[in-house]
């Protein structure tokens, strides 16, 4: 089970989701590994905006693919639901 959790780590590392919000650019790996924030000077309101909403698209992402990867039951098993 753990080598299968590190081989969908690694995999979600390897893809990037980049958003920008408000004139702010955030680039995050599936995994929520932040790649780069460019501020262009902007306030902290519109950073954590940016921020935020990036975390929730690559969540999003990262969620369809490891359904891709190892099903609906591999994940009800990893996360300990799907007990009897």
Do not use: C, H, P, Y
Request: glycine share 12%; charged share 35%; proline share 0%.
């Amino acid at each position: 089970m753990r080598d299968e959790a590190m081989r969908i780590q690694k995999t979600l590392d390897e893809e990037t989701v980049e958003v920008e919000k408000r004139g702010v650019r955030v680039k995050v790996t599936l995994a929520q590994r932040f790649i780069s924030i460019e501020t262009n000077g902007k306030n902290e309101e519109d950073i954590v905006e940016a921020v935020n909403e990036a975390v929730k698209e690559s969540q999003k992402q990262a969620a369809k693919k490891m359904q891709g990867m190892v099903g609906l039951e591999g994940l009800k098993g990893m996360f300990g639901g799907g007990g009897s």
